[in-house]
């Protein structure tokens, strides 16, 4: 009995000093996962449209309305990295597109918008744990946009580039938001504006149809 007794003792001492044991899921969560906590994983494609009920905006000034307003644009994009959180995960950006069917201007002698097309993709885009988005142009390139308009005169060209763009993403909305980031025309006519402030928000950002947080 006393045997017994002490071998107990033992075991339960032995038990006390043991580390309480941590769930995999809670140690290794990525910065990406769905909504209800799952992985996002590397080639997983994410997709966003304009969050509802708002509009892409390529205006003269930060502060002004002058300029192209779009009700219908969306972005896909393919995981590359998605490391465990707090970190940067990256995303290589193909595909990001304007419905300029829903495209109006407001622009002294502009009738129209014929089309906006985004150039030199793909681009990389970083998401970092705290929510900062980054989209970045390969070596020697630029973040371009080709912009038509519809004038009097007929149809004019205009060519902005920037050489990168901040955002924000927000697990409140499942959004990613990009607020006046400055392009500068590098060629086009008079009637092409020489700035053209981006304004737009995605939301929600899916991958396969499950909304996405930032951890």
Do not use: W
């Not at 906590?37 to 002004?64: E, K, P, Q, R």
């Not at 981006?198 to 909304?211: L, R």
């Amino acid at each position: 009995m006393r045997t017994r007794t002490l071998l107990t003792l033992a075991a339960s001492a032995a038990a006390l000093t043991l580390p309480a044991a941590v769930p995999a899921s809670a140690a290794d969560t990525p910065v990406l996962t769905t909504a209800d906590g799952t992985a996002v994983a590397v080639g997983d494609v994410l997709n966003a449209s304009l969050a509802s009920g708002t509009a892409a905006t390529f205006y003269s000034s930060a502060t002004g309305t002058s300029g192209i307003s779009c009700t219908s644009s969306a972005f896909s994009a393919t995981v590359t990295d998605n490391p465990t959180a707090p970190g940067t995960a990256t995303e290589s950006l193909a595909s990001h597109t304007f419905d300029t069917s829903g495209c109006t201007a407001n622009v002294t002698g502009v009738l129209g918008v014929s089309g906006i097309t985004v150039d030199n993709l793909p681009y990389t885009t970083s998401v970092s744990s705290d929510g900062t988005v980054t989209v970045t142009p390969a070596t020697g390139s630029a973040i371009q946009s080709t912009v038509r308009l519809r004038t009097l005169l007929g149809t004019i060209t205009c060519v902005y580039q920037a050489p990168s763009l901040s955002g924000t993403a927000s697990n409140a909305d499942h959004s990613i938001a990009f607020s006046n980031q400055q392009f500068t025309k590098t060629s086009g006519s008079s009637l092409c504006f020489s700035n053209a402030f981006f304004t737009a928000k995605y939301a929600p950002v899916t991958a396969a149809g499950a909304a996405v947080n930032v951890n």
